[in-house]
């Protein structure tokens, strides 16, 4: 499980009738393709939030949910007061395809990322092999499935994120940007995907899978 906290008036305690917030989140890796929310504000109280599977509107790519979630922020996503709004960055999921232990073929589901609002699930925007929409960035290279947890990045150094790195079970490494401070329009013609690396040569002897995030140095 993936925990968000929210200590509204930062004494370093979390007090539900205070304002505070403790949001967890979990997939089901082997046991299913859905992602779970539960409100922990109040522990004597819990309380479920929401669920998202294969079958919810906008993520009939989802794969089986290995993918650990990550919290943050990113350009253009506030609530209707200009408050910027947390979200979840998760891998799309694993295609059992790649349970075959010969060279790894293309996979069916599973294939991109998703970016979700954190208090609803609510989907934000993905990044997918499926057709450009105001919530999705088509991107036809995407074969294999992305079971590992997303690597995020703030490159400017204004507590948002603009950069995404992933790696597929292709042997492929991905980076997606977020420039500006707006949501992309439904051209999808500000944000973009790039693969930055194909480490697979597709042979026994070259065969790479990639199962984990990568990690980011900056020089």
Do not use: C
Request: proline residues 5%; hydrophobic residues 35%.
């Amino acid at each position: 499980p993936v925990a968000y906290t929210y200590d509204s008036n930062n004494d370093g305690t979390l007090d539900s009738g205070a304002g505070d917030k403790v949001w967890a989140y979990l997939g089901m890796r082997r046991g299913g393709r859905a992602y779970y929310a539960l409100d922990l504000s109040n522990p004597d109280s819990p309380s479920f939030m929401w669920r998202i599977d294969n079958n919810s509107t906008g993520f009939g790519e989802l794969g089986q949910t290995w993918s650990e979630p990550v919290v943050t922020i990113i350009p253009g996503y506030t609530d209707n007061n200009g408050v910027r709004k947390p979200v979840l960055v998760f891998g799309a999921g694993y295609d059992t395809n790649k349970d075959d232990s010969g060279v790894g073929t293309a996979d069916s589901q599973g294939r991109g990322l998703f970016i979700v609002d954190a208090e609803t699930g609510a989907l934000v925007w993905s990044v997918t092999p499926a057709i450009n929409s105001a919530t999705n960035l088509s991107e036809p290279g995407l074969l294999h499935s992305v079971p590992g947890e997303v690597t995020v990045l703030d490159s400017n150094g204004d507590e948002l994120t603009d950069r995404i790195y992933f790696g597929d079970t292709g042997g492929n490494l991905w980076r997606v940007d977020l420039p500006g401070n707006a949501l992309p329009t439904s051209s999808q013609d500000s944000w973009r995907i790039v693969k930055l690396a194909a480490f697979n040569g597709g042979n026994t002897a070259t065969e790479r899978r990639i199962f984990h995030g990568p990690d980011v140095v900056r020089i």
